[in-house]
């Protein structure tokens, strides 16, 4: 495992100069062998570049689970990803339904203001 100061060395300076390709390569072998995968790691707080571009969004997607629901935090953004394997799950159509409606009760129960656009998507 890296020293924090190392992986963000690694991060900062390698890591922008390698070609897309190498990326996606990378990113398919870490996690085509994964079943599950969970952190509370927040992801960069400012813009990072890979292959001298800038990088706009962060979602995470994998085809080897039956479902995900992923949270991921970068650039001031918070991006919540659903992945469902619609063959596995009965009515996956309903999921983002029932965890939008989950996500404005535990902001309510926690005295959070919800966003107007959120309302808007439950019901």
Not at 8 to 36: D, G
Not at 51 to 67: G, I, L, M, Q, Y
Not at 92 to 100: D, G, M, R, S, T
Request: charged share 15%; glycine share 4%.
């Amino acid at each position: 495992m890296f020293q924090p100061h190392c992986q963000r060395a690694f991060t900062n300076s390698l890591l922008p100069c390698l070609p897309l390709e190498t990326w996606r390569n990378v990113i398919l072998k870490i996690f085509s062998k994964h079943t599950v995968g969970i952190t509370n790691v927040p992801g960069p707080e400012k813009q990072v570049f890979i292959a001298n571009k800038p990088v706009s969004t962060c979602r995470f997607a994998a085809n080897s689970f039956h479902s995900v629901i992923s949270i991921l935090s970068y650039n001031g953004q918070i991006t919540i990803t659903l992945n469902v394997d619609d063959h596995a799950i009965p009515n996956a159509h309903l999921l983002p339904k029932f965890y939008l409606n989950a996500l404005v009760d535990l902001g309510k129960e926690f005295n959070v203001d919800i966003p107007h656009t959120l309302q808007n998507c439950i019901s």
